[in-house]
């Protein structure tokens, strides 16, 4: 993974760290002890993606969650940005992934799908007037803004709805559905803050020609933010070209947790590290296309969707993302930076690339949020620990649930399994105990209870339920089988008359 070559030019003008406030936003408090140190591995700006955590008020009061930041909390994360020379661009989503809007009975009439909570109808005669009520009340919090991103990833169900549907006859085109809405959720933001850049993913538009990208007008409007997660980029041949003929200016989303599974909660730091190497280079080919490469946007996400169990939580992210900020700042990953990062977040031995591979030793770092690292580090290889035991031939050969229903076991076996069930019952509780103190120093009890009961709490219970069963098992002993319930069935008569 040593990559031993020159550093390059390319040094973008801004590397914004995506906050996904939908999962687990964690507490203004643990943000005042981090930002001093992505600072330093060379992040200066926040793309802070609220969702329900904003404090919507009036009209929109449903959509705030019971963990959501009060007003003066938003106000302590802008000054504290603002104290570490980062930019602030808020994200509010106006078209897909609008489950957290749309999911509540009084918006349920904006759908475009009648089940599905993820589209916004852009042809609904409310469906304009929500999303500007929620810009505005966003934009009122944070006045002293240049960059707004309005989000508009992965809008799925276009044309479904009566009113969508009957434009498609008059159109024909989804493409046109969508630019549409985009380009009067646009017109709005510039008439009425004339001052502000503006950005949207690109992946809607990923695949559209030229002409019907120039004729949508959103051109001058907004600045593309290509995202790709993946380890070896996969895109369109002709992507820089369509896109330099349309756009000025452009961005990068890259990814440094939450992209290689929605129930991952550890994060596989090379995987990372190859997707930000491959953008790297991808853009030090692309850049010249357009007149400016505004830099990169480290995506870590919380959740796939509103809906979706939390995955990699920050802390247990943070690690790869110093690594990731490194690697853009410095134009290489080598051992000197391995080296550096480990130290530089308190690390008693280099940082593990691969979490999964349960060779490697449990990390000890000091950094804010270390236990929590340091946890989930245990609980991969406990994971592995109780997944070994699942496919245990005694444990599937002689613990079975038609043993279990008809108390039916040979003892011999039974507590051969009750010594390996027994040892991760006691290593799940003590993780329990090691993780949650560092849980409460971050997050909120709703956060908490979640990921324990996910990640901990779900095979601890498993656990607990063998243990009983097996103590069962073992106060019968070894006995001879019972009738089965099917001897006890009335038996069916040759009778024909």
């Known amino acids: ?59 929109l009061q449903d959509l705030v969650s019971k963990n959501a930041y009060s007003k003066s909390e938003v106000v302590q994360l802008l000054d504290l940005a603002k104290s570490h020379n980062m930019t602030v661009i808020p994200l509010v989503q106006t078209f897909g992934h609008f489950e957290f809007v749309l999911k509540h009975e009084k918006f349920q009439h904006l759908r475009e799908h009648p089940k599905f909570p993820m589209t916004l109808c852009p042809n609904h005669k409310d469906s304009l007037a929500t999303v500007q009520a929620m810009v505005d009340q966003v934009l009122e919090m944070h006045p002293d803004i240049s960059w707004f991103h ?34 009067n959720v646009l017109d709005y933001i510039k008439r009425k803050y004339p001052h502000l850049n ?19 007008g959103i051109g001058e409007l907004v600045e593309p933010m290509v995202w790709q997660y993946l380890d070896r980029l996969v895109l369109p041949e002709d992507l820089w070209s369509r896109y330099s003929a349309v756009f000025p200016n452009i961005w990068v989303g890259t990814a440094f947790k ?18 930000h190497k491959q953008w790297h280079k991808v853009m030090e080919l692309e850049k010249s296309r357009f007149q400016n490469f505004r ?30 900020l490194e690697i853009m700042k410095t134009g290489t990953f080598t051992v000197a930076t391995h080296t550096k990062v480990s ?107 979640e990921w324990l009961m996910v990640y901990v709490d779900t095979p601890l219970k498993k656990l607990e339920e063998l243990l009983a069963t097996g103590n069962e098992l073992n106060a019968l002993g070894a006995r001879a089988k019972p009738p089965l319930e099917s001897e006890n069935c009335v038996e069916m008569t040759d009778d024909k008359s």
């Open 258 to 275: 939450g992209a290689t599974g929605a129930a991952t909660f550890a994060t596989n730091i090379a995987y990372h590290i190859e997707n």
């Open 295 to 324: 830099g990169y946007a480290f995506t870590g996400w919380q959740r796939y969707d509103h809906y979706a169990t939390l995955c990699e939580l920050l802390p247990a992210g943070l690690p790869c993302l110093a690594l990731c």
């Open 343 to 449: 130290q530089d977040l308190g690390c008693q031995e280099l940082l593990p690339l691969n979490p999964f591979d349960i060779l490697s030793p449990i990390p000890e770092c000091s950094f804010p949020g270390g236990v929590i690292y340091c946890g989930v580090a245990l609980l991969v290889h406990l994971h592995d620990e109780y997944s070994a035991f699942m496919k245990n031939d005694r444990y599937q050969g002689w613990m079975t649930e038609y043993h279990i229903k008809y108390r039916y076991a040979n003892p011999v076996h039974i507590q051969y399994i009750m010594g390996i069930v027994k040892s991760l019952h006691e290593k799940f509780c003590d993780l329990k105990k090691f993780i949650e103190p560092g849980l409460r120093e971050v997050f909120d009890g709703d956060t908490i209870e």
């Open 198 to 216: 503006l950005i949207m993913w690109d992946d809607m538009f990923r695949t559209v020609d030229t002409k019907t990208l120039k004729d949508a």
């Open 1 to 59: 993974l040593v990559n031993m070559e020159q550093p390059v030019k390319l040094k973008p003008e801004r590397r914004l760290v995506h906050l996904d406030l939908k999962g687990a936003p964690p507490n203004i408090s643990y943000l005042q002890k981090i930002l001093p140190l992505l600072q330093s591995f060379g992040a200066n700006g926040l793309l802070v993606e609220y969702e329900d955590t904003f404090p919507y008020h009036g009209d």
């Open 150 to 183: 309005i989000g508009a990833d992965e809008v799925f169900d276009l044309g479904v709805c009566e009113k969508c549907r009957s434009k498609l006859v008059e159109n024909g085109s989804k493409a046109h559905l969508f630019f549409k809405h985009i380009k």
